[in-house]
């Protein structure tokens, strides 16, 4: 593992820091939620306007044709300025990627300048309410009409769908009895304007809404929307899920878990808990488990840097997050006690209950981007060889 960096990455990186100390807003507090997204998308195109959203993309469509080490030194950055993160999140994230390994010249073109702006925002329709983690299950179908395919079935889980212009859907457009689950499954892109979607908000439970189940009922997707080749679309996925179990998110959030444990760390209410055996334990199996992340992605890192793509290693990562976001949030509230603030606060003031929030949003850590479940199975099976169980 090499952990030294470059001289050109250390001013890659300052450079980064500079522009987000002179630059990154915040929105006011109450904001509506149409409001918000607006608001979000004003942030983010002043974000692509600095080609500072992205970075990964080639310079030809609006990123910088950043290395992944500069990929990751931007998230550590940007995570450390507290900055907004990008309303257009899969389709940076996950979309953007796909389309460029996967995705026609035409289809490049034509998808991928809206999503650095968030002029189109991006939605993920992989996950269905009988097929979570495994996808291979899906049952949502794509059957062949005049010019492309009339698409039904249902998609839970799906991030921001209802201000959505497109989702990157994954169907079953083929397997016959006796073949493979994951043959016959095609990505296609979806107008989630188009007659047929309906869009329904989840309550999660925090209050929000961000989550949405969407009902497809016969939508048509013309066949220029396809995404690879037919009936590969597990193929494809593959593309999607490395890039949003390995390297969408852990570099940033190692460092936001950082800033709150040094934040943990900085109350006079922990430092008065570290007298308790049973607390001191907890505090420090937490500080332990942000250790064992920053170790992960530092080897993420050093592999990156030499080429190496994180394939099946990244649900090892994926799961020491998922472990570790959930003890430190658990360490906070079990510290902080009877003397937490109340989540949300009577004034509506979200910010004053974050371990509250914090707490509740760990749980979705061991499902969201594959359960722990699941990355249990990708080591057993793809990393150590174990036989199917």
């Known amino acids: 593992m090499d952990l030294s960096l470059s001289a050109a990455e ?9 522009w987000l100390a002179r630059n990154a807003e915040r929105p006011e507090p109450g904001l509506s939620p149409d409001g918000a997204i607006a608001w979000a998308r004003r942030w983010q195109a002043k974000l692509a306007g600095a080609r500072m959203v ?12 950043a290395s992944p080490v500069e990929v990751a030194l931007y998230n550590m950055e940007y995570a450390r300025a507290g900055a907004p993160q990008p309303v257009n999140r899969v389709g940076i994230n996950l979309a953007g990627p796909t389309l460029l390994a996967h995705g026609t010249p035409g289809q490049q073109a034509r998808w991928l300048p809206p999503i650095l702006d968030a002029g189109e925002i991006w939605c993920q329709l992989f996950s269905e309410p009988g097929a979570g983690s495994d996808l291979a299950s899906l049952h949502t179908r794509a059957e ?10 249902e998609k839970v889980w799906t991030s921001y769908a209802g201000f959505s212009k497109w989702g990157i859907a994954l169907v079953r457009t083929g397997a016959g009895a006796g073949q493979s689950r994951h043959r016959g499954i095609s990505c296609m892109v979806i107008d989630m304007e188009a007659p047929g979607v309906e869009i329904r908000p989840l309550r999660q439970i925090t209050g929000e809404f961000e989550f949405n189940q969407v009902a497809l009922d016969e939508v048509f997707v013309p066949e220029d929307q396809l995404v690879g080749r037919l009936h590969q679309g597990w193929a ?15 570099f940033k959030e190692q ?4 800033v709150y444990f040094d934040e943990l760390a900085a109350d006079p209410r922990t430092r008065a808990a570290l007298g308790d055996p049973v607390a001191a334990d907890q505090i420090v199996d937490a500080y332990v488990a942000l250790g064992l992340l920053r170790l992960r992605n530092y080897r993420t ?17 994926k799961l020491v997050h998922s472990s570790m976001t959930r003890q430190l949030s658990d360490a906070a509230l079990d510290v902080l006690g009877d003397d937490a603030p109340l989540w949300p606060a009577p004034d509506g003031d979200l910010a004053a209950g974050t371990w509250q929030r914090q707490w509740l949003w760990s749980k979705a850590a ?4 594959g359960t722990d479940e699941i990355q249990r199975n990708i080591i057993a099976e793809r990393l150590l060889g174990l036989p199917r169980g």
Not at 54 to 65: D, L, T
Not at 144 to 153: D, E, K, M, N, S
């Open 301 to 317: 890192l050093s592999r990156l840097g030499r080429g190496v793509e994180p394939g099946p290693d990244s649900s090892i990562t």
């Open 10 to 18: 250390r001013a890659f990186a300052l450079r980064v820091r500079d």
């Open 144 to 153: 062949p009409a005049a010019g492309g395919w009339l698409v039904t079935g």
């Open 366 to 369: 061991s499902i969201a981007g």
């Open 255 to 258: 460092v936001a878990h950082e």
């Open 54 to 65: 992205a970075i990964a993309w080639p310079r030809s469509v609006g990123g910088r044709g």
């Open 236 to 250: 494809v996925a593959g593309t999607t899920l490395a890039h949003e179990r390995g390297t969408a998110y852990p």
